[in-house]
Structure formats: structure tokens, C-alpha cells
């Protein structure tokens, strides 16, 4: 009986985790280049419950469910035009390469700037890379040769903030890099906005769970055994 | 607790940036030379929900939005026909020298003359290098080449407007005024190439594009509502889990 209660509980706290992605989504609705996330949810193991008298098999029960795997959506967005000679798009599959100060790092977020030096940066001030691995100069006029930007694969992208992914680099990537032009958000407004009521209603579910288990254990304590019959 | 209510709440913060940059740039779509602001967006920190969750499931801390500095796409050129307005076509910035002595750019080119006769920008900022008309000759006799040389009339050239360009004029610190400051972010000024020219009796109008405006403010109002319901949502969150005793 109680167990239903823990059960019940997984389950808001596994929603919960999912409203803090889908909040954390609709937050960079207008960052370029930005990926959208999803929780999956994975149920724990099953128990077998058996008839303790009997020894006959009653059937499976889980005890309940985790946010399992976090699944970024990395597929490339409609690309927009801007007319600023700095801002730069990826048409197709692969990422811009940055020099951080934790090593080479990768971001589908063209919105770049100049350094005073005329090495293009990203908005933190990391260079970014070139095909042969150095940084990009802008030339004279404040504008960037598309050919030269490097366009990198990369095998399991991981978010790491500030637009940037760590990952496995795999070479050069099919994509073409676009002046004056920025990728679109990977968020969906509408379907997340779905995901986001359905989450809330099946946290509500559990809830209520709770409340009607809570509800027979009141019985079972006042009612059951009483003298006057639970009257 | 829920960390997505701060997510949300940064995402609507980095939305009001937005929303005053455009602001701004609306209210001097009609500045001589103005250059409209670029906003960048980024996300913030990743951190693992812990607990019973997989180790890849983070709870993201939202946007940020900040000024990532000037768009420098040429302004729509204005024709006025008065003699002391000059439009730089192309890359560049005349230097002008402020009442403090210090040195800064701009690209606001309704030049004046001053009691002195000297060329200065309309508020009273003389040229660099400084040009002296002589006594006596009028505003209309002057005339200016594509290449910056000033000369009266027929006559012999009184000097020349240089040009100016810096390497990332992103990193440019606005004075206000129209005025610009080269800084170690920016690059030191050199001379700007041949692919700008001047134009007399024009002005470099606005780049703002006011279409371009409604419609980012437009996204930035939405925005900011999708992360606000975000924050509802999570706070009627709160009140169902406060609801689970009775």
C-alpha cells in the first residue's frame, strides 16, 4: 500500500525535472543556434509480487520512474537573414569551431564580433577557428571570407553553456558557412507550450495519487477495528 | 526547489535587454549616422538535476542577452544640397577633437564652420586634421571631393578630410553625441582605404530599419510571454505540491 505513495512522488519529481528543461527552452526561444532539449523517463526496475501463502505469482510492480537520459535535438534550424557582416550561419550539418580556455569548443551561434586585434571572437571574446585550425581574421572593411570559417563534425555534442557544445571532433563537416545570417531557435513555441501542460497535468495526477492513497491509509488507522464499526 | 522559475526569470530579463535596444534604436531611427545596436544571445549554465535522474539530465539556467556591439551596414544616403553636409560612403569615420582635447569618431557629417572659420561637426567638435576657411568666403564656395579635399571655389585646396577605420568597430565606446572612442577593444585607427569616398550636399541617414524594429519587438514581447508562463506554470507547480497534505 504505502508503496504507492514513493511511487506517486517519483513521478512529480521526474516531471518537475522535465518543467525545469522545458522552462529553460522557452527561456532561449530567440538565442541563434540555440538546440532544444527532452527528458526522457525511464521506469525502475519491476518487482515480481507473489501470493505469500500460496507461492503463486500475482504479476509485476515498478516502484516508480526517473528522468532518465536529457536527448538534445541538434538538427539544423531555418536560418534568417540579417545583413550584419558578422553574424554567420551554418546551411546544413556542422559547428563553428571556438578556443576556449578549456580547450576547442563547438556552437551552431554565428552572432560574432571583431576583436581589436581583427580576430573574429565570439561574444565572450573566443576566437573561433578557421579550417586549418587558426583563428579567423576580418579583413579591412570589418568583413569575414565564408570560405575560411571551419565547419567541424562532432560526434555527441554535450551542452556546456554560453552556446557552446564539448563533443568528439570528426573532421570536416558538409555545411556551409552564410554571412549576414543567423540560425533560428530550435524551439518549437507550440509544442513545448503542449509539453509544458501535459507535464503539469500528470504532475497533478500524482498528486492526487497521493491524496487518495493518503485517504485509504486514514481509513485503515481510524476506521478499520474501531469498536463502533467505523461509524 | 523548481531552478526553472529562475530559468525563466533570466530568459525574461534577456528579453527586456532586447527590448531596450530596440527601444533605442526606434527612437533614433532619424539620427544622422546612427548605427543600430546587436544583440546577442547566449544560455547559461548546465548543472546535473541529480538524484534519481540519468547523469545527462541538467537543468539549463536560462538566456542571457547583451550589446555585442554596432551594425555597420551603410545608412540610406540623404540628399539636403547644403554645402557643409558630407556622407562617408563605405567604411569610415571623420576624427574629431572634443572641447576636453580628447580625440573620438563619428560618422554624423553635418559639419559647421566655427567663429575661427575651422570645419566642425554640429556641436561644436573641430575636424582632425583642422581645416581653416579664409576670411570672407562663404559656406557655399567650398567644395568637397570624393576624396576629402576642401577647396574654395576654384582656388587652392585648403586641406583634405581624412578618414578613419578601426579594425572591430564593435568595441568602439560610445560617447553619446554620435561620438565614438577607439579603445584597445576596438583597435588603434588607421587610415581608411580607397573604397571610401565622401559625398558633398548628402547626409548618411539612420541604419535603423524601422520594419526590421516592430518586427524584433514584436518577437522580444512574445518571448518575454512564453518565458512568463513558463514561471505560471511552475508556480502552480509550487501549489499543487503545497496542496499534497490537506
Not at chain 1, 10 to 15: F, R
Not at chain 2, 99 to 108: F, H, I, M, V
Request: net charge negative; hydrophobic share 40%; no cysteine.
Amino acid at each position: 500500500m504505502e508503496r504507492g505513495l514513493y511511487i506517486a512522488a517519483s513521478g512529480m519529481v521526474a516531471e518537475q525535472m522535465r518543467q525545469d528543461q522545458i522552462a529553460n527552452d522557452l527561456a532561449n526561444a530567440s538565442t541563434p543556434g540555440y538546440k532544444a532539449d527532452r527528458v526522457t523517463q525511464r521506469a525502475f526496475a519491476d518487482l515480481l509480487l507473489s501470493n505469500t501463502a500460496t507461492g503463486q505469482g500475482v504479476g509485476g510492480l515498478t516502484t516508480g520512474v526517473a528522468a532518465d537520459r536529457m536527448v538534445t535535438d541538434v538538427s539544423p534550424q531555418p536560418v534568417r537573414d540579417t545583413g550584419e557582416p558578422l553574424d554567420l550561419a551554418i546551411v546544413g550539418d556542422g559547428w563553428f569551431g571556438v578556443q576556449t580556455a578549456q580547450g576547442t569548443r563547438y556552437t551552431r551561434n554565428g552572432q560574432f564580433t571583431a576583436a581589436g586585434d581583427g580576430t573574429l571572437t565570439d561574444q565572450l571574446g573566443n576566437p573561433v577557428l578557421g579550417r586549418n585550425g587558426q583563428p579567423v581574421k576580418v579583413d579591412g572593411s570589418g568583413h569575414v571570407n565564408a570560405s575560411e570559417v571551419g565547419v567541424f563534425a562532432l560526434a555527441d555534442p554535450a551542452k556546456q553553456g554560453d552556446n557552446l557544445f564539448s563533443g568528439t571532433a570528426g573532421g570536416i563537416a558538409s555545411g556551409a558557412v552564410r554571412t549576414g545570417a543567423l540560425e533560428g531557435s530550435g524551439v518549437d513555441p507550440a509544442r513545448t507550450m503542449v509539453d509544458m501542460i501535459a507535464s503539469f497535468r500528470a504532475f497533478e495526477a500524482g498528486q492526487k495519487v497521493i491524496q487518495t492513497i493518503d485517504e485509504s491509509l486514514h481509513k485503515t488507522a481510524t476506521q478499520v477495528a474501531s469498536p463502533n464499526g467505523g461509524a | 526547489m523548481l531552478s526553472g522559475l529562475y530559468s525563466a526569470a533570466a530568459g525574461m530579463a534577456a528579453q527586456q535587454q532586447r527590448i531596450d535596444g530596440v527601444a533605442n534604436d526606434l527612437a533614433n531611427a532619424s539620427t544622422t549616422g546612427y548605427k543600430h545596436v546587436r544583440v546577442g544571445f547566449r544560455d547559461l549554465l548546465y548543472n546535473a538535476q541529480g538524484g534519481s535522474a540519468g547523469p545527462t539530465v541538467l537543468a539549463g539556467a536560462g538566456a542571457a542577452a547583451g550589446f555585442i556591439g554596432r551594425s555597420q551596414e551603410q545608412g540610406a544616403l540623404q540628399t539636403t544640397d547644403q554645402p557643409l553636409d558630407v556622407a562617408i560612403q563605405g567604411p569610415g569615420f571623420f576624427q574629431v577633437k572634443r572641447p576636453d582635447g580628447s580625440l573620438a569618431l563619428t560618422r554624423d557629417g553635418s559639419l559647421r564652420l566655427d567663429s575661427q572659420g575651422r570645419l566642425t561637426t554640429s556641436d561644436g567638435n573641430v575636424l582632425q586634421p583642422e581645416i581653416a576657411v579664409p576670411r570672407g568666403t562663404s559656406a557655399d564656395q567650398l567644395s568637397i571631393a570624393g576624396d576629402g579635399t576642401v577647396r574654395a571655389g576654384a582656388g587652392r585646396a585648403l586641406g583634405r578630410i581624412e578618414l578613419l577605420t578601426v579594425r572591430a568597430p564593435d568595441g568602439l565606446q560610445p560617447l553619446g553625441g554620435n561620438l565614438f572612442a577607439a579603445n584597445a577593444a576596438s583597435g588603434t585607427p588607421t587610415a581608411a582605404g580607397n573604397d571610401s569616398t565622401l559625398r558633398q550636399g548628402t547626409l548618411e541617414g539612420s541604419n535603423v530599419d524601422v520594419g526590421d524594429a516592430m518586427v524584433d519587438m514584436i518577437d522580444a514581447q512574445r518571448s518575454f510571454q512564453l518565458a512568463s508562463k513558463a514561471i505560471q506554470m511552475q508556480d502552480q507547480m509550487l501549489e499543487i505540491a503545497n496542496q499534497v497534505k490537506r
